[in-house]
């Protein structure tokens, strides 16, 4: 069965430094999502992409967070200078289009940052 | 108001107890409506999509009240294996799915 992949699996940081998290969606899936999910609540979406346009990043926060998705097939969601409150589980998304209601998800990328 | 409002539990129930969820929404808008399940420290995966007119698979029964804007899950003859934390998502509009806290369900011997 296709799965979603992400890497790394687990991330730990410093304030202040960089970090970048992979994912790549099911094969012809066009439809990719970012979420972070903080312990103890739901997953949150930081951005949407269909093919390689965002469809919506209002929830990402811009003066640190960016994504990109060059080739309409992988995806990279980076964080620049880190903070302590990104710790979180960081997930990744994918769905056939943007009416189908399945959404597959990845493993997911679980950030610490001390 | 939070768009999608869960207890968070945990619920704790013995093998073989039906035990119900209730999930409420503030979107009158809203149009798919779905149940996830989260083991602990792995991603949510689809349980069930939850129809107007009620829906069933197998041991697990989803119903949606859109007059009262509530959603509940039915688990019967609970497993050790059913312990996991269980997500409510609604479709919040421009295919963007809003996820509740999850609920936490612990199923002892």
């Known amino acids: 069965e296709a799965e979603v992949a992400q890497s790394p699996r687990y991330k730990i940081t410093e304030k202040s430094q960089a970090v970048a998290f992979w994912c790549d969606p099911i094969?012809?899936?066009?439809?990719l999502y970012w979420y972070r999910q903080i312990l103890g609540q739901g997953p949150e979406l930081l951005v949407q992409?269909?093919?390689?346009?965002?469809?919506?990043d209002s929830q990402l926060p811009k003066d640190r967070f960016s994504a990109e998705r060059l080739k309409g097939v992988d995806s990279t969601l980076k964080i620049q200078p880190a903070e302590l409150g990104d710790s979180a589980m960081y997930l990744c998304?994918?769905?056939?289009?943007?009416?189908?209601?399945?959404?597959?998800f990845g493993p997911g990328t679980r950030l610490t940052v001390l | 108001r939070k768009e999608v409002e869960q207890d968070p539990g945990p619920f704790n129930v013995p093998e073989g107890a039906t035990v119900a969820f209730n999930c409420t929404y503030s979107?009158?808008?809203?149009?798919?409506f779905f149940w996830y399940r989260q083991d602990c420290r792995k991603e949510p995966k689809l349980l069930m999509s939850?129809?107007?007119s009620g829906n069933e698979d197998g041991r697990f029964t989803a119903q949606l009240n859109r007059a009262s804007q509530y959603i509940s899950l039915l688990i019967r003859d609970s497993k050790l294996s059913d312990s996991a934390t269980y997500l409510c998502?609604?479709?919040?509009?421009?295919?963007?799915?809003?996820f509740g806290t999850g609920t936490r369900l612990l199923v002892s011997p």
């Open positions: 979107n009158s808008a809203s149009q798919s």
């Open positions: 992409f269909q093919d390689e346009s965002v469809v919506d």
């Open positions: 939850v129809y107007s």
């Open positions: 998502v609604v479709n919040g509009g421009f295919q963007k799915l809003v």
């Open positions: 998304a994918s769905k056939t289009s943007i009416t189908a209601d399945t959404q597959y």
């Open positions: 094969s012809g899936h066009a439809t």
